[in-house]
């Protein structure tokens, strides 16, 4: 399969996509079309944004923020100008999603040494590339509602339209667990259920075993993030 055969078969038969993938392991495609369209979001948002808005929208009510002097705050926020903004997020963005991937790719080696799986860290790499290209259904989202926005005063949750907070709890910036809630999105779900497909393609072992092996990070990692955010 090339990477356009590839992409379709993840979305309509997984199974052959991974089983091409454990023959086959490459990440270029998904890696580089999900940092571009990401990178590009950011610049697109941070660009058209009324800063001044947006300032006040994410630290006027900010805890942290209220609790420096006035000096202090006045100068914090007179650092966050619009190129600092677009290029501040657009350097995070080149730097941490690969970041991330390489850290999911490492739990998965090891995770595969202890239960005895072969495929070593290229395989995983690729594995964690492919099953995240959901992200771009959220990105397609974001991008449409950026175009069709008729203000500069865009709320900061278009850049996550399809999480759960933005679908149906609406709280508010700042108030407990919105970070936590606007992580949580239909497209992290569908990489999780590819992982999960992937896994037990690659294993052959049962579902429970490979929903287990990919969910357990994520379970501990949020529970501890619950914990934190609402107690």
Excluded at 86 to 113: E, H
Aim: include cysteine; proline fraction near 5%; glycine fraction near 4%.
């Amino acid at each position: 399969m090339n990477n356009h055969e590839l992409t379709v078969a993840l979305a309509t038969a997984p199974s052959s996509a991974f089983a091409e993938l454990r023959e086959r392991p490459r990440f270029w495609f998904p890696l580089l079309l999900l940092a571009v369209s990401t990178v590009a979001l950011q610049y697109g948002y941070y660009s058209m944004v009324d800063i001044e808005w947006w300032k006040d929208a994410m630290y006027g009510n900010h805890p942290d923020m209220q609790e420096l002097a006035e000096d202090k705050r006045a100068q914090a926020m007179a650092m966050l100008t619009r190129n600092t903004l677009v290029w501040g997020s657009m350097l995070s963005v080149a730097l941490l999603l690969p970041a991330i991937f390489v850290l999911q790719a490492l739990y998965l080696l090891v995770a595969a040494k202890v239960t005895k799986l072969s495929q070593g860290f290229k395989h995983w790499f690729a594995l964690v590339c492919w099953c995240s290209l959901p992200m771009l259904l959220g990105s397609v989202v974001s991008a449409i509602l950026l175009i069709l926005s008729d203000n500069a005063q865009v709320n900061p949750g278009v850049m996550a339209p399809l999480s759960l907070n933005e679908l149906l709890l609406h709280r508010p910036m700042g108030s407990p667990g919105h970070t936590l809630l606007e992580s949580l999105t239909i497209s992290s779900f569908l990489s999780y259920a590819l992982m999960i497909i992937g896994i037990r393609t690659w294993s052959q072992r049962s579902w429970a075993f490979s929903a287990l092996f990919i969910l357990l990070p994520a379970i501990v990692i949020y529970g501890v993030w619950a914990f934190i955010s609402f107690r």
